[in-house]
């Protein structure tokens, strides 16, 4: 998993040597604000942006709601990036999260709403939710399950101050989950 406060030609750097061993690449598309190099989306696997980031990509804004705008905005992303099985992670703040794979096949994850556990500080969300996408993908292969614990791992952290700091224990997304009354 990367995301764009590296430096991109690091990134690319990163993202052939991962992809020469087979491996997937992430590329969370928050930080800088610059444009992408067309050589590091060819490496990803998955690109996750939010609602800001995709339009950014485009050039243009989209309405992700609309599942047929996503799609089409989806397949005219992986036509200028010349990367056809890139697939899409999109945040979407309190709305949830979607997956969109690389046959247009979209799964959502509403957000949680749990009324004992308050919202104090969004900073820091997005990355944890692609950190914790990440991992538990990694662990499980599980796109529903992974795309659950990402949402309960996110909703967690924005009960806390800071970024790095509010990112939750394993063992506090699970509780969460329990909250939701949700299981993995």
Same mark, same amino acid.
Request: glycine share 6%.
């Given at each position: 998993?990367?995301?764009?406060?590296?430096?991109?030609?690091?990134?690319?750097?990163?993202?052939? !040597?991962?992809?020469?061993?087979?491996?997937?690449?992430?590329?969370?598309?928050?930080?800088?604000?610059?444009?992408?190099?067309?050589?590091?989306?060819?490496?990803? =696997?998955?690109?996750?942006?939010?609602?800001?980031?995709? =339009?950014?990509?485009? !050039?243009?804004?989209?309405?992700?709601?609309?599942?047929?705008?996503?799609?089409? $905005?989806? /397949?005219?992303?992986?036509?200028?990036?010349?990367?056809?099985?890139?697939?899409?992670?999109?945040?979407? @703040?309190?709305?949830?999260?979607?997956?969109? /794979?690389? $046959?247009?096949?979209?799964?959502?994850?509403?957000?949680? !709403?749990?009324? $004992?556990?308050?919202?104090?500080?969004?900073?820091?969300? @997005? /990355?944890?939710?692609?950190?914790?996408?990440?991992?538990?993908?990694?662990?499980?292969?599980?796109?529903?399950?992974?795309?659950?614990?990402?949402?309960?791992?996110?909703?967690?952290?924005?009960?806390?101050? @800071?970024? $790095?700091?509010?990112?939750? =224990?394993? /063992?506090?997304?699970?509780?969460?989950?329990?909250?939701?009354?949700? !299981?993995?």
């Amino acid at each position: 998993m990367m995301q764009r406060e590296i430096n991109d030609e690091v990134n690319i750097y990163a993202a052939k !040597k991962a992809r020469e061993l087979g491996l997937g690449v992430i590329l969370d598309l928050g930080g800088q604000d610059i444009e992408l190099k067309q050589e590091l989306i060819q490496n990803c =696997t998955i690109v996750s942006p939010n609602e800001t980031e995709i =339009t950014r990509l485009l !050039k243009r804004p989209i309405n992700v709601f609309n599942d047929e705008e996503l799609k089409l $905005s989806c /397949d005219e992303i992986r036509k200028v990036y010349q990367n056809n099985n890139l697939e899409f992670l999109v945040k979407l @703040g309190s709305k949830g999260c979607l997956f969109l /794979d690389k $046959s247009n096949n979209i799964l959502k994850q509403k957000a949680f !709403k749990i009324e $004992s556990m308050k919202i104090v500080d969004t900073t820091g969300a @997005g /990355d944890c939710f692609t950190g914790s996408f990440t991992s538990y993908y990694s662990k499980t292969k599980n796109l529903e399950k992974s795309l659950l614990f990402a949402t309960a791992a996110a909703y967690k952290s924005i009960t806390r101050f @800071g970024a $790095s700091t509010s990112c939750p =224990t394993y /063992d506090e997304v699970l509780e969460v989950l329990s909250l939701a009354n949700e !299981k993995l």
